[in-house]
């Protein structure tokens, strides 16, 4: 167990200490997201070749259900983050205690609404889907995806969004990684020795109670002064029903897709709609994770210190967009050598298509340049007044891939994906420029049209075939050396468009140097 201060909530956070909760986050999340990459790598595999594609789009699609069902915390979550930043930024501990007690409220009544609607899924779905399984079989494999949820909502929801403002999601990441490593390692095991489909779903949902009980102890041993049971400022998490409609939309982007290519172009091109998704998901969770671990900074600054986080949230959103359309453009070059590698010997589906790969990349891509405007959406709480921009975009997305699904398959959905992107992201620009940073939103637009003509043009110079023949080691190495040439391009190429983030940089960099100069001199003193 990670040894923490007993008094971690203090005035606003010194230089050194955020740098130190920021670099815990961010090799928390680097190792958290590692491990969801090697497993999410081995796990589908071995399903493919134990199960055949039908049980892989089977299992994909009760997780994008599921996933769905997150919309039952209602907002809950990041109300209450946006609601914690300037009491924790200031240290009001009352203030705190009445937004912890008003959230372990509403997780209680979530959870016990979750458990109810896990009996009823798991009850209803066998009768809905075409399957080999029988009815008995797939219910069980609902109610063990189910538990986790269960159990989070209960017991584990009220302390997540208190840690991500303290800046100390790192302890919850950290805990996370091993149940989850411990969890995966049955799992294999599981699919290795046996051929219960039952007994490899059972193993998914044992750890989180070992991880409940592990976090609890934890937040008692560390943070004794916070009371669930204090009086709840309900108040302050009024705004969770606007939030709500935000993460409508995420689950709709994030889920309905499988949902879509399931139940009208089968359960086949499903699998291979998720082999996609599977790795650029992966790759992405493995970028945010880096690139967010700052984030609970700039909350903190947006109401202690205005003019420091503008700056400073500019110089983040360009290092960003470089990092991203980067990242990307490599993994559009490079990823279907490895596609190819990876669903060797399955021939139940066409899994390799370059034309999904242009999709994806575009995809993400688009919701990369997004981020950081959603982020400081987060952080103003601004949810209310762009409530409409979201359920615009839902509907875009809804009505865009439910029209082009029957007569382009996967990639009809991707279209609806890419339509509602390009709307949000003209809308959250427009909005947050003027209406929270007061500035224009033209620099935006061009850098994202100058970042995406450079991919465009790389991607043509260079193609998507490269390395076939080659092994994963072979084209992932590849890969890297492509990006250490490419990732500067991108960044120099963002630079000279706002060179003001250049001297931000440098002020940055003076001012570290000054302090690791002072420190030096003081140790060598002693």
């Known amino acids: 167990m990670i040894k923490e201060e007993q008094n971690p909530v203090g005035p606003v956070l010194t230089a050194a200490e955020s740098r130190r909760r920021v670099l815990h986050n961010m090799c928390s999340s680097l190792l958290y997201n590692l491990s969801v990459i090697l497993f999410g790598l081995l ?10 594609s039908e049980l892989n789009g089977l299992d994909s699609t009760i997780k994008q259900i599921f996933s769905c069902l997150t919309l039952l ?5 990041l109300a209450s983050q946006q609601a914690y930043y300037l009491p924790v930024a200031v240290g009001d501990r009352k203030a705190i205690n009445g937004i912890f007690s008003a959230t372990h409220h509403y997780y209680r009544r979530t959870g016990i609404v979750y458990l109810l609607v896990t009996v009823v899924f798991a009850l209803l779905y066998p009768l809905c889907i075409n399957t080999v399984l029988s009815y008995g079989t797939v219910s069980l ?9 269960i159990v989070s909502y209960l017991v584990q929801g009220k302390y997540r969004s208190f840690m991500e403002v303290e800046g100390k999601n790192y302890v919850i990441t950290y805990i996370t990684t091993a149940t989850m490593a411990a969890g995966n390692l049955l799992r294999m095991l599981a699919l290795l020795f046996t051929r219960s489909i039952l007994l490899v779903q059972m ?4 750890p989180s109670v070992f991880q409940v009980l592990v976090l609890t102890a934890y937040m008692r041993k560390n943070y004794p002064w916070l009371n669930a049971h204090d009086t709840p400022n309900l ?18 982007f994030n889920n309905t897709d499988t949902i879509l290519i399931s139940s009208l172009c089968g359960l086949a091109s499903a699998s291979v709609y998720t082999i996609y998704m599977l790795f650029f998901s992966n790759i992405e969770k493995l970028f945010y994770s880096i690139v967010n671990s700052i984030s609970f900074r700039l909350g903190q600054l947006f109401y202690v210190e205005p003019e420091k986080f503008k ?3 500019r110089l983040y959103d360009a290092l960003y967009l470089s990092a991203a359309f980067a990242l990307f453009t490599t993994v559009a070059v490079f990823l279907m050598p490895i596609i190819a590698l ?8 066409e899994y390799l298509d370059t034309r999904l790969l242009v999709l994806f990349t575009a995809v993400e891509l688009l919701f990369s340049a997004k981020q950081p405007l959603g982020m400081l959406l987060n952080i103003s709480g601004r949810f209310e007044e762009t409530r409409q921009q979201a359920l615009i975009e839902m509907g875009i997305n809804l009505l865009v891939s439910v029209m082009s699904v029957l007569r382009f398959g996967i990639a009809g959905c991707l279209f609806g994906t890419l339509a509602a992107h390009l709307y949000r992201y003209t809308a959250l620009i427009l909005f947050t420029r003027t209406k929270v940073l007061g500035e224009s939103p033209v620099g935006d637009f061009v850098r994202l049209g100058v970042n995406g003509l450079l991919c465009v043009v790389l991607l043509y110079l260079l193609g998507f075939d490269r390395c076939y023949g080659g092994g994963y080691l072979m084209v992932c190495l590849k890969g890297a050396l492509f990006g250490l040439w490419v990732l500067p391009l991108f960044l120099v190429v963002n630079a000279v468009l706002d060179w ?8 940055l960099l003076h001012t570290l140097t000054i302090k690791k100069g002072a420190t030096e001199e003081k140790h060598d003193a002693e």
């Open 342 to 349: 990876y669903t060797a010997g399955v021939t139940d589906a």
């Open 141 to 149: 494999i609902v109610v063990f995806y189910g538990i986790p949820g």
């Open 43 to 52: 796990l589908p595999r071995l399903y493919l070749t134990s199960f055949g």
């Open 235 to 252: 108040e302050a998490l009024a705004q969770r029903g606007s939030v709500l409609v935000h993460q409508l939309t995420s689950i709709v």
């Open 311 to 313: 700056r400073l949230y």
């Open 203 to 206: 193993t998914y949902c044992v």
């Open 73 to 77: 915390e209602a907002g809950v979550g």
């Open 500 to 507: 003001r983030n250049v001297d931000t940089l440098r002020g």
